[in-house]
């Protein structure tokens, strides 16, 4: 039902709640859950009011009113409200006409608001109050938890405050006194105890009762974790059934050579098992759809690039798609190092790339002999024509939207097999959500050598003894990374700019060490000449924004400082800190941040200092900030939009949902049996609106 045709709504409120909160139906109304609940089921006396106090309930009557101040801006009502233990100022700005009619001396009414202390009269004042005479009755007045929902301030000024929601809910639910239809099978209700729907949803927005405010949300956050758990149980199992893969039999000559002639360290068990899953994958006869999780530094490229070669040992080519220029550029200069002593044509495809070596590119891809291409985006224009392109890797694959994506998949007749990795670390509640549809590899140990990163927290006063450290580190022929997280001064923030670093650093360590600036808003030329003067070592020290956060290989680089580090987000502050420790010497990452800190940001500065494990760090990450849009598609990172139920803190709950979701699936895979009837139909509702990404990686 359009929510203009509820009493009290009309089309300019109903355009209004779209806008502002993107509600347009009833059904989205009653969807729009309460953020928080007050208790209103104590009423409080005048005289034990103190500072500080949320929401209370008083229960008295008026005994004076009056108009103050002139015209329609500094007009204002105020009412003197009693309950014979002391009195409180009531106060208008709007709506004064209304409250001048309705509201009577001498009259006993339950009063609900916020008192604030007001520093001139020294009484206690609360604006705006909401009012219930006591001769009424009506479930707002006799229910002891209220619901309070989120409004904007242009909602307010049209007077769609939280109350004014909450009344227009109230007002659908008595016009629909009959039950609404149960949105899950019977057999689901009962097996996890749950009230049934139409409790649910009338008692998340007047609960009688903290009990059945708690089911209410149970059975609310269970519903939502499951549908999105069936729609991914259910879009894996028909991908496998309908996508048949290359069958990549063969492991041949390219990569029995590599593997034991030029293979320059021994394998890590991690990736001796990633390499096994992969192969059961490759000849399995399925579309291989695998993501490839693993900390900066943990091998993933070589994993990526051993899969290549089973590729080429099995007559199909192969490509390597990166987010950035220098991403790409990087491991085009790896895997050719890698590959060069058993004649693999490997080429690198960008934006830069100059148009007569491109006509070459087009035309080696077309008659095969261009047997790994690696680059950005610009492998998915139109005219780049494989031969056989039999494997795509795809390489921090969150920064990619689905449709780019898509169009990689589509080069070849039949879906080529899918490798994507990623070196941000993502929660297994997060991880078997959002990629649901894939299955999830993990390298979970680094390379032999590596020595684990010492993080250390200072404080910007303490900056002398940092250029000290720093100075001893450049002395023994290190390289030094300092970040910043904004590019020119802003006044309002106060937070120090990668500029005037530039400027900082030139001062405390030159002429005698180099220092060189990257950031986003230089031209690619020279910011790839500065990378490449840090990279080859002749600058010692690159001042920077986060577009080193991915891409930039120095082994000889052993510092991290990260400027205002309670600028950055865990994962990011994680990602960051990656860029060193790639050799063998004992590398720091230094977090400089100034001394006020709220708690959340010291709970980050310390999980950074406490340990090194990714996984852990994105789980933290995950409970201070909540899942965020990992997909980095225009769509949520999510199937569908969560209202009630949240990844981070309900990861119980969506384990119990994906294993019933499994049992439905394994059962009845299409849903075709009649208990099943509304799953089908209520999947439909969910996902029509959206385009069907499901066989995409």
Avoid at 519 to 547: C, L, N, W, Y
Avoid at 663 to 683: G, S, T, W, Y
């Amino acid at each position: 039902m359009d929510l203009q045709y509820l009493p009290g709504v009309g089309p300019k409120r109903a355009e209004l709640l779209k806008a502002e909160i993107h509600v347009s139906t009833v059904e989205e109304l009653l969807s729009y859950y309460p953020y928080r609940y007050v208790d209103k089921s104590k009423i409080y006396q005048i005289r034990d009011i103190h500072g500080d106090m949320p929401y209370i309930l008083l229960k008295g009557q008026f005994t004076m009113f009056e108009e103050q101040g002139f015209g329609k801006r500094g007009q204002r009502y105020k009412g003197l409200f009693t309950d014979g233990t002391g009195v409180v100022e009531c106060i208008w700005f709007q709506g004064l006409r209304y409250v001048k009619d309705s509201v009577m001396r001498g009259r006993e009414y339950l009063l609900f608001g916020q008192p604030k202390l007001n520093d001139y009269s020294h009484n206690f004042t609360i604006a705006h109050p909401e009012l219930e005479s006591t001769e009424k009755t009506g479930v707002d007045v006799m229910q002891s938890l209220m619901g309070m929902y989120n409004t904007t301030e242009k909602m307010k000024k049209m007077f769609l405050n939280s109350k004014a929601i909450s009344k227009l809910i109230l007002s659908f639910f008595q016009q629909h006194i009959q039950p609404f239809p149960e949105t899950l099978p019977a057999y689901i209700v009962e097996q996890m105890h749950l009230m049934n729907y139409n409790q649910a949803i009338r008692q998340i927005h007047f609960p009688a009762n903290p009990d059945n405010l708690r089911k209410a949300q149970e059975r609310l956050k269970f519903e939502e974790l499951f549908y999105l758990e069936l729609y991914l149980v259910r879009q894996f199992r028909l991908r496998q059934q309908a996508n048949a893969g290359f069958v990549f039999s063969r492991i041949g000559e390219y990569f029995n050579n590599f593997y034991f002639h030029y293979l320059p360290f021994e394998l890590t068990n991690a990736q001796k098992r990633v390499i096994k899953e992969i192969r059961a994958d490759l000849g399995s006869g399925k579309q291989m759809n695998r993501l490839l999780q693993g900390d900066v530094g943990s091998g993933k490229t070589m994993v990526a690039t051993l899969t290549m070669l089973i590729a080429l040992d099995n007559g199909f080519q192969a490509c390597l798609m990166a987010p950035t220029e220098i991403l790409a550029n990087q491991h085009f200069d790896n895997i050719s190092e890698l590959l060069a002593g058993i004649g693999v044509r490997v080429e690198l495809l960008t934006g830069s790339t100059k148009k007569k070596k491109r006509e070459e590119i087009h035309a080696g891809l077309r008659d095969g002999s261009v047997q790994i291409l690696i680059g950005t985006h610009a492998l998915i224009e139109p005219d780049v024509k494989f031969n056989n392109l039999g494997l795509v890797v795809i390489d921090e694959q969150h920064r990619f939207g689905v449709e780019q994506r898509s169009k990689l998949w589509m080069k070849n007749s039949r879906a080529p097999h899918v490798l994507v990795m990623t070196a941000t670390p993502i929660p297994r509640t997060l991880a078997m959500t959002v990629y649901g549809d894939l299955d999830v590899s993990v390298i979970d140990e680094l390379p032999p050598g590596r020595k684990p990163i010492q993080t250390i927290h200072r404080w910007d006063q303490q900056r002398e003894g940092l250029i000290k450290s720093m100075r001893q580190q450049l002395a023994q022929g290190r390289q030094i990374y300092v970040v910043y997280p904004l590019i020119e001064e802003n006044e309002k923030l106060k937070y120090h700019d990668v500029e005037q670093g530039f400027e900082n650093m030139q001062a405390a360590f030159g002429p005698e060490y180099h220092v060189v600036m990257v950031h986003g808003r230089m031209k690619p030329k020279d910011k790839d000449a500065a990378m490449q003067r840090f990279v080859s070592g002749e600058a010692q020290i690159m001042v920077a924004t986060t577009v080193i956060e991915v891409g930039v290989n120095v082994p000889n680089a052993s510092v991290m400082v990260i400027e205002s580090a309670e600028r950055f987000g865990l994962s990011q502050l994680h990602q960051l800190r990656g860029r060193v420790g790639r050799g063998a010497d004992q590398s720091y990452c230094v977090l400089v941040t100034g001394y006020n800190l709220s708690s959340d940001t010291r709970k980050r500065i310390e999980i950074m200092c406490d340990t090194t494990d990714g996984f852990e760090i994105a789980e933290a990450d995950l409970q201070l900030r909540g899942p965020g849009d990992l997909e980095g598609t225009q769509q949520s990172g999510l199937a569908f939009d969560l209202h009630i139920a949240s990844l981070a803190r309900d990861g119980q709950l969506l384990q119990f949902a994906r294993d019933i979701a499994k049992e439905v699936i394994e059962k009845d895979p299409m849903l075709e049996a009649p208990q099943n009837n509304i799953l089908r139909n209520r999947l439909q509702d969910l996902f029509s609106h959206r385009l069907d990404w499901s066989r995409i990686s």
